[in-house]
């Protein structure tokens, strides 16, 4: 039996083997590793959502081609960022508020010393 050069072509082609009775899952720490080097920092976490909304959660990631678990992840981050966005930004709208009070008072200050 000659053996098959290990490549990523002949990884992706089957030729290295691709049946169950071979496969092994990877351990904690290897999926890990991998996710880390990959760039993944992942959380695992338990949530209850309503059967309705998870149905149609499921529902629509299906009409997409997408598994739910990864649309729900993104529906997530995109809200996180928009909400991140906008606290900020109504922060900095309220620091330029209180900045002009400031400059108010600093020049009414200024005229009541010119009186004085």
């Not at 002949?10 to 049946?19: F, I, M, P, R, V």
């Not at 976490?45 to 909304?53: A, C, F, W, Y």
Request: charged content about 30%; proline content about 2%; overall charge neutral.
């Amino acid at each position: 039996m000659s053996k098959i050069r290990g490549s990523a072509e002949n990884w992706e082609d089957g030729k290295l083997g691709t049946s169950l009775e071979h496969a092994v899952a990877a351990t904690a720490e290897e999926t890990d590793a991998i996710n880390k080097a990959a760039g993944i920092n992942m959380q695992l976490i338990s949530m209850r959502l309503p059967h309705d909304l998870l149905s149609m959660l499921k529902e629509i990631a299906s009409y997409h081609g997408v598994g739910y678990q990864p649309m729900v992840r993104d529906l997530l981050q995109r809200w996180a960022v928009g909400e991140i966005r906008s606290i900020l930004e109504t922060r900095l709208k309220e620091a330029k508020r209180k900045k002009t009070e400031i400059d108010k008072v600093e020049g009414l200050a200024g005229d009541l010393r010119k009186i004085a």
